[in-house]
């Protein structure tokens, strides 16, 4: 272990108190981030552990509901002067409550709506509140377009203003909107270096460079994060342009009508696909479709959100059919049992860079390194490579 992280480890109790809150969404996730803290405690410093964290800094709060559905919250302990860290996942569709007789699973708004009254049963006791929101509350409704909702902008300002002092999310899907509240920390984060990790972790043959690589762009929003990887693995960079209908609209959006790859040819090339979600997934597969026309040879798909709206039927058959080789994404949302054991699924595992976040914000340390992986990605490339030989 670095001196720096060790650093970090010997002076933890140095500073106020550490609490770790996930909410009902988070269990697992909040789970995973404290066996972190725990192990590097254990091979560091166990005398600290066992003056008082043995079992980790989880906070167990619930929110039971009435009947008709209202809810409360309530801390199982006192957070006076503790360094809280709330984990809440927005997208966990897999909660569900009681309602009238009637099961309802939780959405976007019943998981923010609970972040917000267990922030209101902390009653400001807490020394600071940093928020840790992988899928940012409302971040699709980022921008007006017409007679439109600022969602997004709505609850970072709410947050603010109950007396949360740091955000931090995963690949927001438009990071601007962190103007709506300048004078509050906002940090989002990438996964490119779990990804590369986890990417050649389970898969052992892949030759990177310009001859047999390539990084595709589904399209020209997603163009930052593919120009990364393409920067890091040195490989050609293609992009597809949707082309849109924009005189109707279907669901909320105007429907694509055609895809159209700009770049150089792919033929006989594995293929890296990098986005931020799969909602229904068609765009997905109507792009490994078209590079499969243009002669690709193998097609890995990466988001940082897998949430399958539609199910994974039809990547599975997709995957049958030999459209795609695989899929990776995070464990910063709920995963159904489906895609879980579904044989193209890569999980990225993202506890223990949250793990690294919290140390870091606990010390006010700075988080550069963090938010900057070039380095550790270049380390990890040399490695792969000195394997392959």
Not at 45 to 58: Q, T, Y
Not at 60 to 74: E, I, N
Not at 163 to 179: C, E, L, S, Y
Request: glycine share 6%.
């Amino acid at each position: 272990m670095d001196e720096q992280k060790k650093s970090v480890l010997n002076t933890l109790d140095e500073f106020q108190p550490l609490g770790i809150i996930p909410l009902q969404g988070a269990k697992e996730l909040g789970e995973k981030i404290n066996e972190h803290l725990i192990a590097w405690y254990e091979r560091e410093n166990p005398e600290e552990l066992n003056a008082g964290h043995k079992d980790g800094w989880l906070i167990d709060v619930k929110c039971p509901r009435f009947s008709s559905g209202d809810a409360k919250a309530v801390l199982s302990t006192t957070v006076r002067g503790t360094d809280l860290y709330l984990i809440i996942d927005v997208g966990n569709y897999n909660c569900k409550y009681q309602m009238f007789g009637q099961t309802v699973p939780m959405s976007p708004d019943d998981h923010y709506a609970d972040l917000k009254r267990v922030i209101s049963a902390i009653s400001g006791k807490a020394e600071r509140l940093t928020v840790i929101m992988p899928i940012l509350y409302g971040g699709r409704q980022h921008k007006r377009s017409a007679r439109e909702s600022l969602d997004c902008a709505m609850a970072l300002q709410e947050l603010e203003n109950m007396g949360v002092k740091n955000i931090v999310t995963f690949d927001a899907h438009d990071p601007r909107v962190q103007n709506a509240c300048p004078l509050m920390g906002i940090d989002n984060a990438m996964p490119t270096y779990q990804v590369l990790k986890a990417l050649f972790k389970n898969v052992r043959d892949l030759q990177i460079d310009k001859d047999h690589l390539m990084v595709v762009s589904p399209d020209e929003g997603a163009m930052n994060r593919n120009m990364y990887y393409s920067s890091v693995l040195g490989t050609d960079l293609g992009m597809f342009y949707k082309r849109r209908d924009y005189s109707i609209i279907v669901n909320g959006r105007n429907p694509i009508v055609a895809h159209e790859y700009l770049g150089t040819s792919v033929k006989g090339k594995d293929i890296l696909v990098a986005d931020d979600i799969i909602a229904s997934g068609d765009s997905m597969l109507t792009l490994a479709e078209d590079l499969k026309k243009e002669g690709a040879r193998r097609i890995f798909m990466t988001v940082t959100y897998g949430l399958f709206t539609e199910g994974v039927e039809k990547f599975q058959k997709a995957y049958n059919e030999g459209l795609f080789d695989g899929i990776l994404t995070t464990n910063l949302t709920y995963r159904c049992p489906e895609l879980l054991n579904a044989p193209w699924y890569i999980e990225v595992d993202m506890s223990k860079y949250i793990a690294y976040f919290i140390l870091a914000f606990h010390q006010n340390k700075s988080i550069t390194k963090l938010l900057d992986p070039h380095k550790k990605i270049k380390d990890l490339l040399d490695r792969y490579r000195a394997a392959q030989k």
